[in-house]
């Protein structure tokens, strides 16, 4: 018999439902078994019959029962049986063993050695950047003033190839700032450089193809088109960029940084820049150019892309974690209309497209100047930062025991130990003393170079200099 029970808050005919459907199944009320009329039934309850018909309608609704004009309502005929939450969560899909994602993130994660891991005092990261209470305040505004003037139809499915305003003030600003003269159709709005190298390795490669990636390099790229199970070859990196005449004969692609090296820091000259462009034409393979710190440029003007110099070949990589801040997630790919055309297709696919809220604002902060202002304010305090860092360094001795490179442009510079650097051993003891630094050997992947990386966006100059004379005295 169902109860009432009137000092529960739920509506009298949830409660009653609840009780009917565990009458069924567990058995209390086997398959075929003829209910009583909803009339009488509700006669017996207390309640009204309406209330019991919504009961009833609802076991049919649910498969529980059948219904018929002469038969009446019986339970239907159906397997029950109870299984304890144990054997239920013993019993469902297990997931595959994936050995090539796990590899993969553990190291990302090894990378990054995120805060949220560690507590440290002066923390060294060269993957953020600077960001103050004015920049906030500015996204705010172009937050409220986007969302005010946007009409219902940004609110629909959008291009796969981004939020066209968006692409035209980044159109407008690669031409102004880097020399690249593109269509709006030439770019493709991702969700950062992972987004980027992914949708790269889905659409313009095959599976078991060769790639090759500076060593030491970007990991996150490499462990991309590694979980893309494409044959990945490390090219050796020297003072003057990646040594061309390594690249891996068969490649179909080759990434690089060549306007500031991924962990060396070194600019690729320009012998080796005309290398590698003529040996792409020659041996069609796509370059890569991720261009992710050269606005930050502290001896003349940003140096020229290999994009503008063979935009058939290239595809220039660009995004605003290290110009304005990661939580944006926007990025750009910009190349060829046919490439960009086959990324936009997997992008529909896979991810369709970018929130437009993001995509509302940044094109609002940069279309009413804040971006720009932005830009030429974080430039004046990396300049002020980089500066304490060098001198520092000097100052300190640091520069005696280690090769310094990487101090031209971009928001981290290398400290390059010997062979028998212990670089495992000094790092942990850093982190004992409240410094947090980066090894070069999480960079790597055949190669056995030794030191840290040690960003300077973050950290204040008399943090800088703190930390530098605390690793000085740590290693005397």
């Known amino acids: ?24 199944t567990t058995g209390k009320w086997p398959p075929g078994e003829l209910l009583l009329p909803s ?30 004009r002469r038969g009446g309502t019986r339970v239907s005929e159906w397997s029950y049986m109870t299984y304890s939450s144990e054997d239920v ?100 709005l991702t969700s950062g450089a992972q987004h980027s190298i992914d949708l790269i390795a889905q659409a313009l490669l095959n599976e078991g193809d060769t790639v090759s990636v500076e060593d030491p390099g970007f990991p996150a790229a490499w462990m991309a088109m590694k979980y893309r199970r494409m044959k990945v070859a490390p090219v050796p990196v ?25 962990a060396i820091g070194v600019i690729m000259s320009e012998p080796r820049r005309q290398q590698l462009l003529h040996m792409a034409v020659q041996n069609r393979f796509w370059i890569v150019e991720d261009d992710y ?10 140096l020229p892309t290999l994009f503008s110099q063979q935009p058939q070949n290239t595809l220039y ?22 490439a960009i055309d086959q990324l936009a297709r997997v992008h529909e696919l896979t991810y369709r497209h970018l929130p437009i809220m993001e995509q ?33 360094i000097v100052a300190s001795g640091l520069g005696e025991r280690f090769k310094l490179s990487g101090v031209e442009t971009g928001l981290h510079m290398l400290l390059e130990g010997e062979d028998s650097f212990d670089e495992e051993t000094v790092t942990y003891q850093a982190l004992e003393i409240g410094i947090g630094v980066y090894p070069l050997s999480t960079y790597c992947l055949e190669s056995d170079r030794k030191g840290w990386v040690l960003g300077f966006a973050k950290v204040d100059e008399a943090a800088i200099e703190r930390g530098i004379y605390r690793l000085a005295e740590m290693l005397s």
Request: aromatic share 10%; glycine share 4%.
């Open 1 to 24: 018999m169902l109860k009432v029970n009137r000092n529960d808050d739920r509506p009298l005919w949830l409660q009653l439902l609840d009780q009917a459907i565990h009458n069924i």
């Open 293 to 302: 710190d050269s606005e930050f440029r502290y001896r003349g003007d940003p």
């Open 360 to 392: 509302l604002t940044l094109a609002h902060f940069i279309e009413h100047g804040h971006f720009m202002r932005h830009m030429r304010r974080v430039r004046n305090v990396y300049r002020r930062r980089h500066e304490a860092m060098t001198k520092a």
């Open 39 to 68: 009339r009488e039934l509700a006669l017996l309850v207390g309640v009204s019959r309406s209330t019991i018909q919504i009961v009833y309608e609802e076991l049919f609704s649910r498969g529980y029962t059948l219904t018929s």
């Open 238 to 262: 020297d003072e003057y960029g990646i040594q061309v005449d390594h690249i891996h004969p068969q490649s179909k692609l080759a990434f690089v940084t060549p306007s500031h090296q991924c």
């Open 89 to 188: 969560t013993s019993q469902g899909p297990v997931p595959p063993e994936l050995p090539l994602l796990n590899t993969a993130v553990n190291h990302l994660h090894n990378w990054f050695r995120s805060k949220e891991n560690r507590k440290v005092e002066i923390d060294f990261s060269p993957h953020e950047p600077y960001l103050d209470e004015q920049f906030q305040k500015n996204w705010r505004q172009s937050f409220l003033q986007a969302s005010n003037e946007t009409d219902l139809t940004s609110w629909t499915y959008g291009n796969a190839h981004g939020f066209v305003p968006l692409r035209e003030q980044i159109q407008r600003y690669l031409s102004l700032e880097r020399g690249i003269h593109v269509h709006i159709d030439q770019i493709l």
């Open 317 to 338: 990589m660009m995004s605003f974690s290290k110009m304005v801040a990661p939580g944006i997630r926007i990025s750009a790919i910009v190349g060829s209309k046919e």
